[in-house]
């Protein structure tokens, strides 16, 4: 019964084709917006310590 109906809705065809380049479109740009992050700042969020429940420790907060 879905199918019936998704079938009677013009240019349906096109929306798994428009979410499948969106969701490919975000995925590349976010590997390409990470691999030109500097390297430097990768290894400080890295190497960040954290408290038990998960928020940063005092001494690392970069407030200003």
């Known amino acids: 019964m879905i199918g019936e ?3 009677t809705i ?3 065809a096109l929306f ?3 979410s499948l380049v969106i969701f490919f479109g975000f995925f590349v740009s976010m590997i390409v917006w990470v691999a030109g992050l500097d390297k430097g700042y990768r290894e400080k969020m ?3 310590p954290l408290n038990e429940d998960g928020s ?3 001494g690392d ?3 200003g």
């Open 61 to 63: 907060r970069d407030d």
């Open 16 to 18: 798994p084709t428009v």
């Open 46 to 48: 890295k190497s960040m």
């Open 56 to 58: 940063l420790s005092d």
């Open 10 to 12: 013009k240019g349906i």
């Open 5 to 7: 109906v998704l079938q």
